[in-house]
């Protein structure tokens, strides 16, 4: 059965920390592995990784692939209040489909 | 440029009702999915269709129909509501499998089964 296990559930940390949000996946047929931030609405792109080891960054977000061990990261540094979402980990699969994980609530105190 | 357009955003049905979630992108997508979201489950496929004309089934079909008759609109029918089906409903488009973008979502569907 595909599987994306995302740790932890709920994180919540002070303003200007830095945290770490894992992906863990075992899927058929990987495409890529996606990053995406949920508010109140829509989840919104963050990051596509499709090749172990190259890391993307954007402004204080970063996000890396391990295909051999099959997991992810997403970093997040100097967090703002801004930050708190839930953070959705998703593996592509062949057609397409998206196989999600549970998600990560993330809470930034001020 | 609107993107992802669903209606309505939130709908309350009885048991055994039917109806019709509306989505709608102007960016000529030729993917387009629908998802559910429930508490602690993530977002799980319903049904999806990589072009107009073609549709199949994701990871929880059941109780749901979808056709795409054109490239912009692509509707999800309940035809027997249960209040299992109470839930947030996401559609999402991309540019299709050879484009190697993203899939982008709607602001969803809140519908509660009484």
């Known amino acids: 059965e595909d599987k994306v296990v995302q740790s932890p559930l709920s994180l919540v940390v002070h303003e200007g920390d830095t945290v770490t949000l894992n992906c863990s996946y075992e899927v058929t047929n990987f495409r890529s592995l996606l990053w995406y931030k949920q508010e109140k609405k829509a989840p919104t792109f963050l990051f596509m990784l499709t090749s172990s080891g190259i890391e993307k960054k954007s402004g204080r977000l970063s996000s890396i692939l391990d295909k051999k061990e099959l997991f992810s990261i997403l970093n997040i540094t100097a967090t703002q209040t801004g930050d708190s979402a839930v953070y959705l980990c998703a593996v592509e699969q062949g057609a397409q489909k998206l196989v999600f994980g549970q998600g990560t609530r993330l809470t930034i105190n001020p | 440029n609107a993107g992802v357009t669903q209606t309505p955003k939130f709908q309350v049905l009885k048991t055994g009702q039917s109806m019709t979630l509306q989505c709608a992108q102007d960016?000529?997508?030729?993917?387009m999915s629908w998802y559910r979201q429930d508490p602690g489950m993530g977002l799980r496929l319903i049904h999806y269709s990589v072009g107009a004309g073609i549709t199949d089934q994701g990871e929880v079909p059941n109780g749901y129909n979808v056709s795409r008759s054109t490239t912009e609109d692509f509707p999800l029918r309940l035809l027997s509501a249960a209040p299992s089906q109470t839930s947030v409903y996401f559609c999402a488009s991309s540019a299709g499998f050879r484009s190697n973008q993203p899939q982008h979502f709607g602001d969803g569907t809140r519908l509660s089964i009484l």
């Open positions: 960016m000529n997508h030729e993917y």
